[in-house]
């Protein structure tokens, strides 16, 4: 695979090369390791293929939501998923396989145990962040293996010094609004932080509106040397319409065309089912940690915390309208409600048992109960669906620092699932058997610094993703076989250079070979295995300042992907084969300007198999390019000015076959420090 990969990696490299002659910077310096004390659970000291971004970065693309933020990362897709929602592919993986974390806490709990596409990256506000990191291919194992993607790391703000306001106000194009007061501080005891907000927006497309409220909110105590109590928590409530799809020859609105669903009475054949929404869809989490520095080599964590997930998905039945039929078998507006609590414990510890040597070992319990139910149920509050999902696991890891050069992290974690459901109509006991499997998944990391320029690294690990809950259930009702564990192996070659202070090079292959991929045949609800999926790409990375006032950014990512399955192999669908984006930031006394392309390559949608109610079918989508313009202006310390243009040449594109992409749109704010 490296070979193949070094004719598409090499010729960049020599370009990049090539045009650092005239002595450009970089913009992160090489690591350098002039201590030999290993702290295991920092990821600047673990290695792997990482991206930080800070806040003033945030700032600087002018991103409202973590969805804006993270669509220049190299190797990051961000995909439209189910219901319009924005999530993350990160080297091809599935939406449903990067999990996400704030300050520790799940954002979303129920990755892994019911695919919600209520979740959507672009509601998670970034007016309170501090730092996102991300972790891609195989992490640290303290952060779990249950993933293919990587992982999303938000920290928060703290308050520092005393207490003080910060007003946030900002409004665009389509009726948008994004407004949030946050209020920071600390004292010899105590730091504090705290953020209420709301946005709301008519959307760029026809029944596309949304509605949201949330609050985050940190305190941290310290109760003695060394010893802290934080207290944390995260909520949100969104109302959210989501736009039907549209066929792109004729410009007319779509709906479903076959498969009777929900009660929609069939006329010729077909359904007209359209104008989805979600209604009181609430998450919230939170969490008491308590953590202690026993000593200089010894220092542990414990976490507890609740989280709630709950939703109601709507959609109309336009057969039904027509027909004037609004029966409990055949409404006119149906709706399904999820709802979901659930707690888990956490521990964590850091031992250093030698000055260069460091291990960690932890262990993890959480436990989510569920109900799943519509309106065209029999049973007493609609409930149709429940069980529970229950997951331990534990790890160890070691840490070397050999010399002022080579570091190595090894790290093997094991997990267990337990799922059971409640009784299924006319199903045996057989059937209904709880479901119960676990894994265990070794990481290696090796990282060596050639000279003060050249640092290399490889990494290695292996990952799984457990059958979801709802997936499970679903299968067993219809009398499919559930799946088996995902499982796959993922491998990465980096190489980092950094010209001399301002610029640097980064280059990373990677390979990830999937067996038993989890899927859902196309048009039904059965869930499958794919026999194997490789997926193997490129990413390069060059930053450099060019002048004092002035920096830029490019990076590019390969993609590849294949499914085999039965001996026939396939294009992997919906992943671009390329990526591209580029920036440049112009800072000069108060003002600060950025320009940011982002240019992605022809999507295939070999799943798309059905026609939609236009007699259409799409395989591929187009490239297409988007350039976004962003200005910062620093009145004084307490007060600044924004203005967002994003699309700025108003490209016509597509985000899926059926979802037309965002044209030109604004958002102009001001921040005001009281």
């Known amino acids: 695979m490296y070979k193949r990969l070094s004719k598409m990696v090499i010729p960049p490299a020599v370009c990049v090369c090539l045009l650092s002659s005239f002595n450009p910077v970089m913009a992160e310096e090489a690591v350098a390791i002039d201590e030999v004390e290993v702290r295991s659970t920092i990821l600047s000291d673990y290695l792997v293929t990482t991206a930080v971004i800070t806040a003033e970065k945030i700032k600087e693309t002018g991103a409202r939501n973590l969805a804006e933020v993270l669509e220049g990362v190299p190797g990051l897709y961000m995909a439209t998923a189910d219901k319009n929602a924005r999530l993350v592919r990160i080297r091809g993986a599935a939406t449903d ?19 919600n596409s209520a979740s959507d990256l672009a509601g998670i506000p970034v007016d309170n962040i501090a730092k996102i990191e991300i972790i891609k291919g195989p992490g640290p194992v303290q952060y779990g293996t249950d993933y293919k993607g990587g992982i999303i790391l938000i920290t928060t703000k703290e308050g520092k010094g005393p207490g003080q306001f910060q007003l ?12 949030s007061i946050s209020y920071r501080g600390s004292d010899n005891n105590a730091g504090y932080s705290f953020t209420a907000g709301k946005r709301k927006g008519d959307g760029y497309l026809r029944h596309s509106e949304s509605d949201s409220e949330y609050f985050n909110g940190q305190i941290k105590w310290k109760l003695g040397e060394g010893q802290n109590l934080t207290i944390s928590g995260w909520y949100m409530n969104t109302d959210r319409d989501i736009a039907n799809g549209i066929d792109q020859k004729s410009g007319n609105e779509t709906s479903a065309t076959s498969n009777k669903w929900s009660g929609d009475t069939l006329i010729g054949g077909k359904s007209d089912v359209k104008d989805w929404r979600y209604r009181d869809f609430k998450q919230t989490n939170v969490a008491v940690q308590y953590d202690q520095k026993v000593n200089d080599r010894f220092k542990y964590d414990v976490k507890i915390y609740h989280v709630t997930d709950r939703n109601t998905l709507q959609v109309t039945n336009g057969n039904n309208v027509k027909l004037g039929t609004n029966t409990k078998a055949n409404p006119m507006l149906y709706s399904s409600d999820w709802t979901s609590s659930g707690d888990g414990l956490e521990l964590t510890a850091d031992w250093q048992v030698a000055r260069n040597n460091t291990v960690t070992f932890g262990a993890k319990y959480n436990k989510l109960d569920w109900d799943s139910g519509d309106n065209t149920s029999t049973k007493p509050g609609g409930i149709t669906d429940g069980g529970n999902d229950k997951r331990i696991g534990y790890y160890l ?16 974690r094991r997990d267990k ?22 894994t265990t998944d070794p990481v290696f990391n090796l990282t060596h610094q050639l000279d003060e320029k050249n640092t290399l690294r490889f990494s290695t690990g292996k990952t799984h993703n457990f059958v979801t809950a709802k997936q499970a259930n679903a299968n067993r009702k219809a009398g499919y076989a559930v799946p088996g564990t995902e499982k796959s192996t993922n491998q990465e070659l980096g ?50 300042r060019i002048t004092k006032r002035l920096k830029g950014f490019i990076n590019y990512t390969h993609l590849k992907a294949e499914d085999t399955n039965a001996g026939v192999t396939t294009d992997a669908a919906n992943l671009p084969d390329s990526m591209f984006n580029y920036g440049a930031t112009y800072s000069v006394d108060k003002f600060q300007a950025t320009l940011i392309g982002h240019y992605l390559g022809k999507v ?15 395989n591929k989508l187009d490239s297409y390019h988007t350039i976004d313009l962003n200005f910062n202006y620093q009145e004084n310390d307490s007060i600044s000015y924004c203005l967002h243009i994003n699309n ?13 992409g965002d044209g030109i749109n604004f958002m102009a704010g001001v921040s005001v420090k009281l």
């Open 648 to 660: 700025l040449f108003d490209t016509k594109y597509w985000d899926t076959y059926d979802h037309q």
């Open 168 to 179: 946030d106000l900002a409004g665009g194009s389509d009726k948008r609004f994004d407004d």
């Open 495 to 544: 190489w980092k250079h950094r010209f001399n202070e301002k610029s640097s090079l980064d280059i990373a292959a990677f390979k990830n070979d999937i067996d038993n991929r989890i899927d859902r045949l196309p048009s039904t609800t059965e869930y499958r295995n794919i026999a194997k999926t490789e997926i193997q790409g490129v990413e390069l990375e060059y930053n450099q």
């Open 97 to 115: 396989q990067t999990r996400v974390y704030m300050d520790g806490m799940p954002v979303f709990p129920l990755s892994g145990i019911a695919s």
């Open 397 to 412: 890891q070691d840490s070397w620092q050999f010399d002022r050069k080579t570091g190595l992290t090894a790290g093997v």
């Open 417 to 438: 699932v337990t799922q059971t459901f409640d009784n299924i109509s006319g199903k045996t006991q057989a059937e209904l058997a709880d479901l119960d499997d676990s």
């Open 604 to 618: 295939k949608n070999t799943n798309v198999s059905t026609a939609n109610s236009y007699g259409n079918i799409y």
